[in-house]
């Protein structure tokens, strides 16, 4: 028996001594294990929320492009539509001197004769 105080007639023996020692390193090994799991878990968060930053920024960069490549595609479609307008425009306007032109040489050949 190992005497608990000097003044109390209490007493442990060798073995309930070595369980509560081991229960006192278990414990205090747990503690250690829960700061570590706790740094880890602290740390994992964090790059987690990196990540989700990462991720966001990535979608706005292509959103960006995409909107972009809308914009082109959207200023493309309408220059082409100008540019058939004016070749339209010509066209008649071609048209329509070939016309005068005509009906000027018939008025001619008309006053000729």
């Known amino acids: 028996m190992i005497p608990y105080a000097s003044d109390t007639l209490v007493g442990i023996t060798k ?3 070595d369980i509560v020692l081991f229960s006192f390193s278990y414990l205090s090994e747990l503690r250690q294990t829960s700061k570590v799991q706790s740094k880890q878990l602290t740390r994992l968060d964090s790059i987690v929320s990196l990540k989700d930053k990462e991720l966001t920024l990535e979608r706005l ?3 960006e492009k995409d909107s972009i490549e809308l914009n082109l595609t ?3 479609e309408c220059h082409k539509k100008a ?3 004016k ?3 010509n066209t008649f306007l071609n048209i329509g001197l070939g016309v005068a ?3 000027e040489a018939a008025l001619i050949i008309q ?3």
């Open 83 to 85: 540019a058939r307008k």
């Open 61 to 63: 960069k292509i959103a």
């Open 87 to 89: 070749k339209l425009k």
């Open 101 to 103: 032109i005509a009906a």
């Open 111 to 113: 006053l000729v004769r």
């Open 74 to 76: 959207e200023v493309i």
């Open 15 to 17: 073995y309930q001594f």
